[in-house]
């Protein structure tokens, strides 16, 4: 079965900082990888995305992503964040067949200003 | 093309009521995902339809059921409702041999 580990559910940052949250799964085969972000008084919407090839991937409003399979960890990068991060963001990991896609906890970030 | 939607976006029940919430998925996509969100609990999978049949299921009770139509719309349906049933209730549908979600804005129900 697979699993998804959040280290950090509360993070504070000013604006400017930079940003990486944690994210490791269990589970041995061929993942698809996610992050999602829901903003305050919004839907869940898809940050980025990792099915295969390149392991540094990008999403919008400037964050990206690192597959290092060796560490079964995808962590959340943002150079410079700002204000309108203020978001509670999750991690999910998916097996690509007719497993159910599993949800981390969630990290709330709040940015700042 | 218009997002998911889910009905009603409020609910209010008391304890021993029993509830039926709806979604809509994205046209075209047949397989829709529900999922509880509290605090702390994050996002909680409750089952998945794909093509009017549950092809998975969370470790929830029976007292949480749900179904899919053939028009690819779900519902779900809580019987025997506690306290601890109060939650955000997420819809999510995903495109054919996609596992990205789309997701609804959620029903968000309080159990009195």
């Known amino acids: 079965a697979q699993s998804v580990s959040q280290h950090n559910h509360h993070v504070i940052l000013s604006e400017a900082a930079s940003l990486e949250l944690g994210c490791n799964y269990s589970?041995?085969?061929?993942?698809?990888l996610f992050w999602y972000v829901q903003y305050p008084g919004q839907h869940l919407q898809l940050l980025l995305k990792y099915f295969s090839g390149d392991p540094l991937v990008k999403g919008i409003k400037g964050f990206e992503a690192e597959f290092i399979k060796s560490k079964f960890s995808f962590n959340l990068r943002k150079p410079s964040v700002q204000w309108s991060d203020t978001a509670e963001y999750f991690c999910?990991?998916?097996?690509?067949?007719?497993?159910?896609?599993?949800f981390g906890i969630g990290t709330k970030l709040q940015v700042i200003p | 093309k218009a997002g998911v939607t889910q009905t009603p976006r409020y609910l209010i029940k008391t304890r021993g009521q029993q509830v039926t919430l709806s979604c809509s998925p994205i046209?075209?996509?047949?397989?829709v995902s529900w999922y509880q969100q509290t605090p702390g609990q994050g996002l909680q999978f409750l089952f998945e339809y794909f093509s009017e049949t549950q092809r998975n299921k969370g470790n929830f009770p029976g007292r949480f059921s749900g179904r899919q139509f053939s028009n690819s719309r779900s519902e779900m349906n809580v019987s025997t409702l506690e306290l601890g049933d109060s939650a955000l209730y997420l819809c999510?549908?995903?495109?054919?041999?996609?596992?990205?979600?789309?997701f609804g804005p959620g029903t968000r129900l309080l159990v009195l």
């Open positions: 046209s075209g996509h047949r397989s």
């Open positions: 589970y041995g085969g061929t993942v698809n």
């Open positions: 999510a549908s995903s495109p054919p041999y996609q596992e990205t979600q789309y």
């Open positions: 999910a990991v998916g097996s690509g067949g007719y497993q159910k896609v599993t």
